[in-house]
């Protein structure tokens, strides 16, 4: 496909190789002036599908704003914004502004003042500025949604479409989504004119330049095994994703003392904060960086040579969004998952659902961390000696034996400092674990329906099954389904994903004072029950 040569001459020096295939797809159709839908996950090369098209279309001499590019998240539009500058470094002319939540308003205003042509904002703060007619899209003639089924989740389906209302109807409109729930389907027929629907992978497929193991461990020991495949497989850039922000904090401190080059991104720090965190970590300064799904949603960092699951991601397509940020454009990349006994049964539910083939693997030993990190000392040592010039170390030396210390308590000194692991205590032993997966043995199907022993004779409500389930369980309200409350007893329904759960941490707890006894019911039906055997008999 024929480009602007300067547009050509910035891409050769970002690396393209060659297009990927949502961008030979698209960039054809965009240019020819059509609407387009990509049903398409991070790490495709969903930037440069619309960004090449608008730069290539864009009427330099104009001083209006002629394209909107909407982004769920702050950290996805200072991306999107960047690599709209690398690809536009040599197309004299281009003035392209962001306007996102979490800073002064003030800077914005004042970037909206130069008369940008390419607009990329949060939608809420792409309202505001609206509002404050300080963003006016009379002139936009390119409008892009990218992550909209994450703008949908985020409740921004009322902002958006308010948005659409401020520019003219005779746009081109581009939608980038990982799924396609009904809202997107909506957005589509009411905003889009016959667009074409560009797919270009399974519903939840991973990639498959990206090699994937899990690991059984024990909760108290996921730290220790991340630091041990930290220090084998030695990725120079890595994410580590937790499922809360909480375990985020606590994982990044730890890592730290550790003598880990770590650092965190998630909801509760301050945009600046997190947008150094990103920058120090796309420049290599950081090389470890911790977060939750959230904050690291559509973030391209083509680098990442390595994804940790710290926690096993809730749902299929977290897992899929997570380790799509490594094995990029060609490259391999590696997926490391943490497994708790508890979390046994979503690896299964993830090989399931996604289709791709999960290894497990043996967490190093401490001994061959030792050797891997010895080789790496001795490699630096060496590396060091062969580019330096020694006239200050050689004068600290000499004073250090003029003390009466030799060259040999001199030189194991200076490496006990340099092999020193902080203030971290040292775990010798094996922590892999050899738990079995109940979950595969006990519960099939897509439900698994229970009996509980407490009923209508307990004064048991629907509300509190809904309570006692969610309070001990990771588990949504709506997905405990069919609860049918009888006279002694009370049958519920939940996902099989989550039947390992339930049974393990609801069985024998407490409920309405007395203790809460789980079965599997063998015989779901809709209209009442019979007394199991057990209840019946004499008294």
């Known amino acids: 496909m024929e480009l602007k040569q300067p547009i050509q001459k910035a891409i050769a020096e970002m690396g393209f190789v060659s297009f990927t295939e949502i961008q030979t797809q698209t960039i054809p159709l965009l240019l020819e002036g059509k609407d387009v839908i990509g049903h398409s996950h991070t790490g495709t090369g969903k930037t440069a599908a619309f960004g090449l098209p608008i730069l290539e279309k864009v009427h330099l001499e104009s001083n209006q704003v002629q394209a909107l590019i909407l982004a769920p998240t702050r950290e996805l539009a200072v991306q999107i914004t960047d690599e709209m500058r690398r690809m536009s470094k040599y197309l004299e002319g281009v003035r392209i502004a962001t306007v996102y939540g979490g800073e002064p308003i003030g800077r914005q205003i004042f970037d909206l003042k130069k008369k940008p042509q390419i607009v990329v904002g949060t939608p809420g703060r792409t309202i505001d500025h609206i509002n404050r007619k300080t963003l006016r899209l009379e002139g936009v003639s390119f409008m892009v949604l990218d992550e909209a089924d994450e703008m949908l989740k985020m409740g921004f389906q009322e902002d958006i479409e308010t948005i659409f209302t401020h520019i003219p109807e005779t746009r081109q409109t581009l939608m980038f989504s990982a799924t396609m729930p009904k809202p997107i389907l909506y957005l589509a027929k009411t905003y889009m004119i016959e667009p074409e629907l560009i797919k270009v992978i399974g519903d939840e497929s991973t990639n498959s330049d990206v090699v994937q193991y899990y690991y059984k461990v024990r909760k108290e020991n996921k730290t220790e095994a991340l630091y041990r495949l930290l220090n084998v497989y030695r990725p120079k850039l890595s994410l580590v994703f937790c499922n809360t922000k909480i375990q985020v904090d606590n994982l990044t401190q730890e890592l730290i003392e550790r003598g880990v080059n770590a650092d965190k991104i998630h909801g509760d720090l301050p945009q600046t904060t997190r947008l150094d965190v990103l920058k120090?970590?796309?420049?290599?300064?950081?090389?470890?960086?911790?977060?939750?799904?959230?904050?690291?949603?559509?973030?391209?960092?083509?680098?990442?040579?390595?994804?940790?699951?710290?926690?096993?991601?809730?749902?299929?397509?977290?897992?899929?969004?997570?380790?799509?940020?490594?094995?990029?454009?060609?490259?391999?990349?590696?997926?490391?998952?943490?497994?708790s006994k508890g979390e046994l049964s979503q690896i299964a539910e993830i090989e399931r659902i996604t289709g791709a083939k999960i290894k497990k693997r043996n967490i190093p030993t401490y001994d061959k961390v030792q050797d891997v990190k010895t080789d790496k000392l001795v490699e630096a040592i060496q590396k060091t000696f062969e580019d330096g010039s020694f006239d200050d170390e050689f004068a600290i030396l000499n004073k250090a034996i003029t003390l009466g210390m030799t060259e040999d308590q001199i030189i194991v000194a200076l490496l006990k400092m340099l092999s020193r692991e902080n203030n971290a205590e040292i775990n010798v032993a094996d922590i892999n674990e050899e738990f079995e997966e109940r979950s595969k043995r006990k519960f099939d199907g897509n439900q698994t329906r229970f009996h509980l022993n407490l009923g209508k004779a307990d004064s048991l409500t629907v509300s509190d099954v809904l309570d006692f389930v969610t309070s001990h369980v990771r588990i949504q309200p709506r997905d405990i389904k069919d609860i049918a409350i009888l006279t002694e007893f009370t049958f519920f329904t939940v996902p099989a994903q989550s039947a390992d759960d339930v049974f393990s941490k609801c069985n024998h707890m407490k409920l309405k004072g007395r203790k809460a006894s789980l079965s599997i019911s063998k015989k779901p039906r809709k209209e009442p029950y019979q007394k199991p055997r057990r209840f019946q008999g004499n008294s």
């Open 280 to 339: 120090k970590f796309h420049g290599g300064i950081i090389e470890v960086m911790v977060a939750t799904d959230v904050a690291a949603r559509g973030l391209d960092i083509r680098a990442v040579e390595a994804v940790f699951n710290y926690d096993v991601p809730e749902k299929a397509d977290y897992y899929v969004h997570r380790i799509g940020r490594t094995g990029r454009i060609g490259n391999i990349g590696y997926s490391f998952t943490l497994a």
